[in-house]
């Protein structure tokens, strides 16, 4: 168990539809980060926040948006949802801004039918 | 543009027998380099890192790997695999910017 809990585990939603994925770091984690992982694009990082403040972004879709809350949980919203946006989504976290010794969520599978 | 190549997609090995994993980057900035590993229907766990100092670098289940800057690689490997080596093995670089993962090898270990 990394410390790091994703939820829910599967998500099974409809094209169009908008999905919140929620992510609780590791306890004295600050920094977040989301990923996705599909067949054709591999995995992806997409977005990292850090104590609150988005600090790197990689690529991700307009039609998706992240934040941070004060207890540091983050939370990933896909809005106008394509079939091509499903795929495994992680969410990672680390201590600190740089160090990059990330812990990885079991991750929420994300179907859209 | 970063990239990260992993050269095998799929590397099959028997039980015992040691193994290498190869990964090479284009970064003509600093880079710090990650092997990640993962299990079906798990996470990523980090095998190993390399952040700066010796280009040796020994991690989790024996697993070491070796910065080359002149070659721009960071290859993976262990002197004798185990059955539970069975997995996907992620190398990954870090910019400072951005994270860049390589698209996977997939290790069978065959008894």
């Known amino acids: 168990d990394s410390g790091v809990t994703q939820t829910p585990k599967h998500l099974i939603t409809a094209t169009g539809q908008r999905v919140t994925l929620r992510c609780s770091p590791r306890?004295?984690?600050?920094?977040v980060y989301w990923y996705q992982q599909s067949l054709d694009q591999g995995l992806q990082f997409l977005i990292q926040?850090?104590?609150?403040?988005?600090?790197a972004k990689g690529n991700i879709l307009e039609r998706f948006s992240a934040q941070q809350f004060p207890d540091l949980h983050s939370e990933l919203n896909l809005s106008s949802l394509e079939l091509g946006d499903s795929a495994l989504y992680f969410c990672?976290?680390?201590?600190?801004?740089?160090?990059?010794?990330?812990?990885f969520g079991q991750g929420t599978r994300l179907t859209v039918v | 543009a970063q990239s990260v190549t992993q050269l095998d997609s799929q590397v099959p090995v028997f039980e015992e027998a040691p193994v290498e994993l190869r990964c090479n980057y284009s970064?003509?900035?600093?880079?710090?380099l990650f092997w990640y590993v993962q299990y079906p229907n798990q996470g990523l766990q980090l095998l190993l890192k390399y952040l700066s100092g010796s280009t040796l670098v020994k991690g989790i289940n024996g697993f070491e790997a070796e910065f080359n800057k002149s070659q721009t690689s960071f290859h993976l490997r262990k002197p004798s695999v185990h059955i539970s080596d069975t997995a996907e093995y992620f190398c990954?670089?870090?910019?400072?910017?951005?994270?860049?993962f390589g698209t996977g090898t997939s290790l069978t270990v065959i008894p």
């Open positions: 990672a976290s680390s201590v600190g801004l740089r160090d990059r010794e990330a812990f």
């Open positions: 306890s004295g984690d600050l920094s």
């Open positions: 926040y850090y104590n609150g403040e988005e600090r």
């Open positions: 970064s003509s900035v600093s880079v710090y």
């Open positions: 990954a670089v870090d910019t400072g910017n951005q994270f860049y």
